[in-house]
């Protein structure tokens, strides 16, 4: 499978420095950060800092090591926040649009984690 990526998207320009942005954590392969217009109390982005596009271009070519990062991450976003159950936070919900159908806007692979506040059921009517 040949996967494509745009180096001139939004989230490729916060990797180089060349826009700002509101780090709450940063790894050695990937970076969490606030959405700019956040849906929930707590909505933070995680992506990879490699080029991937979409989540499944992640999950099918990046390495052991990008993958264990990024998931380490995200366990560590919803432990920042106080969402985790474990430990009597109320929860968060992870979503990663990819392609059209899912009206994915940023070209660059990003899980969205929302929190602080119930989130309703996982989907509304089309
Ligand atoms: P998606 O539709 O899954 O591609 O979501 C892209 C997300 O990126 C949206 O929730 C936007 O609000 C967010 N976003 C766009 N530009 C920025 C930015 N400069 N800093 C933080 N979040 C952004």
Known sequence: MAF??????IFA??????IPNDTVLETDHSLAF????PQTPDHVLVI??????????????????????FTRTVGRI?????AQ????????????NAGE????EVPHMHVHVLAGRP???????A
């Open 4 to 9: 494509a990526y745009d180096d001139q998207n």
């Open 13 to 18: 320009k916060i990797l180089r420095g060349e």
């Open 34 to 37: 606030r959405d700019i217009h």
């Open 48 to 69: 990879p800092k490699g080029p991937y596009a979409t989540y499944d271009h992640f999950a099918l070519e990046a390495s052991d090591a990008e993958i264990v990062d």
């Open 78 to 82: 919803a432990e920042m926040l106080g």
């Open 85 to 96: 159950p474990s430990t009597g936070g109320g929860g968060f919900r992870m979503i990663s």
């Open 101 to 104: 159908d899912a009206i994915q």
């Open 119 to 125: 989130l309703g059921r996982i989907l509304q009517p």
